[in-house]
């Protein structure tokens, strides 16, 4: 059972805006930066958005993070094949004095 | 260029021990706190500790305190995770990653290692 919430997958067409949710608690989201996470297959994660909403260069600006309260969202525009991947959230947690994740989110591109 | 290179897969049997390594370069070793992060088999991810490598203060997760040990050579640049006796349930990829700051999570992780342990 992971600390953050995220739905187990999602979906889109080629095109399409996809969003993630990511849900959390005070002692981490409601209080810390949160950060995303796109893991190919077969491959390590990668960062793609840090501190609620900055993308590392590179990324391009079809990813964007936003974080409201104790939830935060993954959005996805223009969605693209090579954009099938697992999708994680993460954040600090200060009951835990380290990170939590949440349980990632498999995205299909139909 | 900035990054974090991880020793290769390694095939164990339960019981045995195990250290795996962590190198990390293009950037000061000695700065950053290096996290440890297991993946099980088509499963999500689980930090595991953290230590930073410029007096080697070291933090675990409860779930992880006494089963395993984070240490480091900072000589060397070099993080390391340590098994004293094996189990099959620690059958992961382990992956090291470099934390933006000490309440941040990751921003640079290494390519992971595969770890089998098997009778």
């Known amino acids: 059972q992971s600390v953050l919430t995220q739905p187990p997958s999602a979906s889109g067409t080629p095109g399409q805006r996809v969003t993630i949710s990511c849900s959390g608690s005070s002692s981490n989201i409601g209080s810390n930066y949160v950060y995303w996470y796109q893991q190919l297959p077969g491959t390590a994660p990668k960062l793609l958005i840090y501190r609620n909403d900055q993308r590392p260069s590179g990324v391009p600006d079809r990813f964007s993070g936003s974080k409201s309260g104790t939830s935060a969202s993954l959005a996805i525009s223009g969605l693209r094949s090579e954009d099938e991947a697992d999708y994680y959230c993460a954040a600090w947690d200060d009951s835990l004095s380290g990170p939590v994740f949440g349980g990632g989110a498999k995205l299909t591109v139909l | 260029e900035v990054q974090l290179v991880q020793s290769a897969a390694e095939m164990k049997k339960p019981g045995e021990s195990l250290k795996i390594s962590c190198k990390g370069s293009?950037?000061?070793?000695?700065?950053?706190?290096i996290g440890w992060v297991r993946q099980m088999p088509g499963k999500g991810l689980e930090w595991m500790g953290m230590?930073?490598?410029?007096?080697?203060?070291?933090r675990y997760s409860p779930s992880f305190e006494g089963q395993v040990l984070i240490s480091t050579d900072k000589s060397i640049s070099t993080a390391y995770l340590q098994w004293g006796s094996l189990r099959a349930s620690d059958t992961a990829i382990y992956y090291c990653?470099?934390?933006?700051?000490?309440?941040?999570?990751?921003?640079?992780w290494g390519q992971g290692t595969m770890v089998t342990v098997f009778s």
């Open positions: 990653a470099r934390h933006l700051g000490q309440r941040h999570t990751f921003d640079i």
């Open positions: 230590i930073y490598p410029s007096d080697s203060d070291t």
């Open positions: 293009g950037y000061s070793f000695t700065s950053y706190w």
